[in-house]
């Protein structure tokens, strides 16, 4: 049999698949849009993350080819899809459009979902409290950089914005360029931190001596190189497919494990399920062993602290808020224990969310 028609079998064989694919998809979807119906008339939640772990993780223990990453890639889109036939979604992440943490809302959200770029953190809050967006993303702490302190503080101020989910992602800058060769690169956009972060690659390539200009951010970067002739970017890759911007390099930072934590904010609380994290503020007075109790009391139940982080009250004078993570959910009997006791004790108890822990790593 001749190569040409050992491919057109083969490839008769790959449509004959991906009709078959078509029609249960067709047929989840019908199953999905009669879940959604009964979701509205009782209230539940429409995005259920540990849900859709429990379904990837069963999934991938069937896989024979496809790693947890592959089925991951591809369901994640298929849960997106599914949850707008659910209820449309509209998410409020921090723009502008092309940023790391619009590449974060996407992969969780899909390409269905209507997304509303903002120009701050604090505006997503107040978007979630006005009820304008049902979502919202937003970064709460990198691995090279530590916490971002405005998200601990809009945690603290608006009370009916909860935490609904954790997303890690691996910060990758690439070089996006029209220019058919490196020779005829001319100038550099890129914001100044992520020109920093990829220094080592400039000077491998011979491109640390090539005219830099900064910008506000690597969004607008791949922007202003896709306008102009002899010019490249260091973005993102959401960057660049928006600007239709050709990657010719995906990875090009120093730091290959750069990674930042998102959160998924919202306005209702999760189910207990396995594997939850809950985040709390707490607030001690300001005297020798205030904290020291309040982590006993965790120790003393066996309740594993994952981060604790202190951020000053600045409307009260000498105190400090302490925003604190663990393993658990806010009902399960451990937990509502000491934090039973810790009010007892005069400390004052916010609580954030319990949501499903993400692939921290």
């Known amino acids: ?5 050992i491919l057109k079998q083969l490839r008769d064989n790959i449509d004959r698949i991906d009709d078959e694919i078509l029609r249960l998809l067709n ?4 199953y999905v849009s009669r879940i959604g119906e009964v979701k509205q008339t009782s209230g539940t939640a429409i995005y259920r993350p540990e849900r859709e772990r429990q379904i990837l993780k069963r999934l991938n223990s069937k896989s024979t080819v496809l790693n947890y990453s592959a089925i991951e890639a591809i369901y994640l889109e298929i849960f997106a899809v599914s949850r707008n036939l659910e209820m449309p979604q509209k998410v409020a992440y921090l723009g502008p459009e092309g940023t790391y943490t619009h590449q974060a809302a996407e992969s969780r959200f899909g390409a269905m979902s209507a997304y509303l770029p903002l120009a ?3 505006a997503i809050f107040t978007k979630l ?3 304008e967006v049902k979502y919202g993303v937003v970064p709460i702490e990198n691995n090279t950089e530590g916490a971002v302190g405005i998200t601990l503080d809009c945690l603290r101020r608006f009370d009916d914005v909860k935490i609904i989910a954790e997303l890690y992602l691996d910060i990758h800058h690439s ?4 220019a058919e060769s490196l020779d005829d690169i001319k100038v550099i956009y890129s914001h100044p931190q992520g020109y920093n972060q990829c220094r080592k690659f400039l000077e491998d390539h011979l491109l640390s001596g090539v005219k830099f200009i900064a910008t506000q951010s690597t969004a607008q970067a791949a922007q202003m190189a ?24 995906e990875t090009i930072e120093d730091n290959m494990a750069n990674r930042t934590r998102f959160f998924v904010l919202s306005d209702f609380k999760n189910q207990p399920s396995r594997n939850c994290k809950t985040s709390i503020m707490a607030i001690t007075d300001h005297r020798p062993g205030g904290l020291v109790e309040l982590l006993e009391m965790f120790r003393d139940e066996n309740i594993n602290l994952t981060k604790l982080e202190s951020r000053p009250v600045k409307q009260l004078e000498f105190k400090y808020v302490f925003y604190i993570d663990f393993d658990g959910h806010i009902d399960d009997s451990n937990v509502m224990r000491v934090l039973s006791e810790a009010r007892e004790n005069g400390i004052e108890i916010k609580w954030l969310g319990s949501y ?5 790593k």
């Open 120 to 122: 701050s953190i604090e």
């Open 175 to 178: 070089f996006a360029t029209k």
């Open 129 to 131: 409290s006005q009820k």
């Open 27 to 30: 047929e989840r979807m019908g």
């Open 226 to 249: 896709s306008n102009e002739q002899g010019a490249a970017a260091i973005c993102s890759k959401i960057a660049a497919k928006i600007n239709n911007l050709p990657i010719l390099f």
């Open 356 to 360: 499903q822990k993400g692939d921290g």
């Open 1 to 5: 049999m001749k190569d040409e028609q």
